[in-house]
């Protein structure tokens, strides 16, 4: 009878142990180059959240990250309209009417760090809103021109950057940011993509950077395409719980851009993030749910159809940054950190989850190694298997509630992943 309760032990024992997922790696079926999406809003000077004083210095993390696109857009109000040209009144021409000295600062430490920076022509957020320009469309028009001109043509002590693109507006498509006609703003978007245009030929000009209205996007590109207004790029938003809806975001996004001949332009996620719902700020961002939804999405975009994305943000301000008040580190930021590792002289392979449960992505290295992202976004811990041909699991870092990208132990190819998490897994040969 003992021996028989031992036996019946022994077996549940074996079954709880069995692996409820398969994770197979193909390092012989290269994909190709891995498409990099480290972007985020906002540069690495930062507030320490709500208090705007710009008083941490973020670089080296930048560095760290390998940051390659930033966005400026609710930088403290330097980047706003009304900042940079503070008289309404003033001549646009004259370099004296203008107050470039903050945002010089921002534009150029971000550009120490980044290949790309996207700066956006409009204004913050504010309470109450500025949801219209502060002096008229035609004025704007100059403003702006000659904004272009001090970054890429030296005008005003200025600078002759290659790599900064103009994305004009944000979120058109709700009230606290627009409170015209659509009408009205698309006539302002084609009086500033032309005159930017005008200051500087090869600047990269886009918009509108919606913050949900894909609709808003057919009927503005197809006032684009009718009157062959100038736009190099297609921006847009998302903020969600699901990771499958920014992919449906995009594929929609790409639908309005072919419907009417754009279909060869970049899809540019200018803001994307979880989905603040309740509670403090501080700790949903940084919490290792947060950490896990942005690993999954960065992963099913890679097979979706946007191109460049900047997660909104990338800085220490409460809602939505990758750092707390004091620099200390999120645990989205060892994502980000993760990723690097994984995509930088990277070759892409296939790997195919079984069962859905998980989320997953591969690299080949330069040396032969293998680096495989594996996501848990659910709320049940998961046991799986891994199948590399050739290769066996050398190490396991995990970020989960306990873990900061930090070892963690696999029985031979089975593994354990938390509720939440995310594991950085290193394959060898052998």
Known sequence: MVVGVVALIGAFKLLSERPNERVVVQPGQVLGRFKDLRGVNCGPWSPRGWDRALTLDLSFHYAKLGVKVIRFHDLWVVDELDTIFPNPDADP????SYNFTALDR?????????????????????????????????????????????????????????????????????????????????????????????????????????????????????YTSTRGVPIDFVSWHIYTRNPAEVVERARAVRRAMERHGYGALPSVLTEWNFAHQEGEPWEIFRSSQAAAFQAAALIL????????????????WMWGGLFYSDGGLGKPYYVWLAYRELVEDSARVAVTVERGLLYALAGLKRDGSLRLLVVNYGPAQVRYEVAAEGYKISRVQAIDARRDLEDQECRGAICTIEPYSVQLLTLERG
Not at 143 to 148: A, G, L
């Open 301 to 316: 975009m890679e097979d979706a159809p946007v191109d460049i994305v900047t997660l909104y943000r990338g800085d220490a």
């Open 93 to 96: 021409r004259d370099p004296s």
């Open 106 to 222: 921002h534009v150029e430490a971000a550009l120490k760090l980044a290949d790309v920076l996207i700066l956006r022509i409009g204004y913050d957020w504010n309470d109450p809103p500025k949801n219209k320009p502060h002096v008229s469309v035609d004025k704007l028009a100059e403003v702006t021109k000659h904004i272009v001109l001090h970054y890429t043509k030296g005008w005003a002590n200025g600078y002759n950057y290659k790599n900064i693109w103009f994305e004009v507006w944000n979120e058109p498509d709700i009230d606290w940011f627009w409170n015209l006609s659509e009408a009205e703003f698309f006539k302002l978007y084609e009086k500033v993509a032309r005159a930017i245009k005008e200051a500087n030929p090869d600047v990269v000009v886009g918009g509108p950077g919606i913050a949900w209205n894909v609709g808003f996007v057919d009927r503005f590109l197809a």
